[in-house]
């Protein structure tokens, strides 16, 4: 089923995607980034369509990790292909996201309380099922108008 937030996401990276590739479509692969002189535009590049390339990695190994790649192991093409090149990882990411079967449950025993707690009476110690309540919170001492004294 397609949601609106994964119609949203396709938007963006087509959008983003293009648009990058516009600005870097046969460009010079040793020129420097400006903002990353350290970096040459076929390295940024490669980065970008990697890094898609990656996520939909991540979305079809469905939790298993995955290693960060290495930017400059990436292999872009030719200047006048980048522009695709980008869209393709961009059609990846978007064609895993959209075929990825949804989360499974939480599975196991469960003490019905969170790590953050140490067993008090609040948040954790109420099961699911019930609706929960919050406590108001502790009174705090007001200040006069005259004095930075609590009263």
């Given amino acids: 089923m397609t ?5 949203r996401l396709a ?10 590739g516009l600005a870097v479509a046969g460009g010079d692969p040793e020129a420097k980034v400006p903002t990353c002189p350290e970096w040459r535009l076929r ?11 990656w996520a939909a990695g991540l979305v079809r190994a469905a939790g298993t990790p995955l ?3 290495d930017p400059l192991d990436a292999l872009p093409g030719a ?11 961009a059609e990846d990411l978007i064609t895993a996201v959209r075929t990825a079967a949804p989360p499974a449950p939480p ?5 019905g309380r969170c790590r953050r ?16 309540t919050r406590r108001p919170p502790p009174a705090r001492p007001t200040r006069s108008p005259t004095t930075s004294r609590p009263t």
């Fill in 3 to 7: 949601t609106l937030d994964q119609d």
């Fill in 11 to 20: 938007e963006g990276l087509r959008e983003q995607g293009a648009a990058f």
């Fill in 43 to 53: 390295v940024l590049t490669g980065h970008a369509g990697q890094a898609t390339r």
């Fill in 67 to 69: 290693p960060v790649p």
């Fill in 79 to 89: 200047p006048d292909a980048w522009a695709s090149w980008l869209r393709d990882g």
């Fill in 107 to 111: 599975s196991g025993p469960s003490t």
């Fill in 117 to 132: 707690c140490s067993g008090c009476a609040g948040c954790c110690a109420t099961p699911p099922s019930t609706t929960m």
